[in-house]
């Protein structure tokens, strides 16, 4: 089964940075795009960014200039670095990935379980 776990979550101080990751596991043949989005309490689940698997992105407008999305092919493995966080940051971080898994004509969208980022003074 294919399995997306997100690590790199934790509590850093406003201006602070966190790098979070999404390994991808299981029978994949190929991960086509690969996005992050968050969650606040109350709020729906919204897209932060997507990488393609030619490498182009996508910002949300509230982070484009401070969050960088990024993939290992090698590694199946996403990326999201974060930098200049603010309190509104805070919000679980989900992975997404749209993949072929073995021996499927057709792609499949899975989810990780989430990270928890809180930035707070």
């Known amino acids: 089964q294919v399995q997306l776990v997100e690590s790199g979550g934790g509590v850093v101080q406003p201006g602070g940075s966190l790098r979070l990751s999404c390994a991808a596991s299981?029978?994949?043949?190929?991960?086509?795009?690969m996005g992050w989005y968050c969650q606040a309490p109350g709020r729906q689940r919204e897209l932060v960014a997507i990488?393609?698997?030619?490498?182009?992105?996508n910002y949300a407008d509230s982070v484009r200039g401070r969050f960088t999305i990024s993939r290992d092919n090698a590694k199946n493995t996403g990326y999201l670095q974060m930098n200049s966080l603010k309190p509104e940051d805070t919000a679980v971080y989900y992975c997404?990935?749209?993949?072929?898994?073995?021996?499927?004509?057709?792609?499949?969208?899975?989810w990780g379980p989430g990270t928890q980022v809180t930035v707070s003074s």
């Open positions: 997404n990935a749209d993949l072929f898994r073995l021996g499927w004509s057709r792609s499949q969208n899975y």
């Open positions: 299981g029978s994949i043949f190929r991960i086509n795009a």
């Open positions: 990488v393609s698997s030619g490498g182009s992105t």
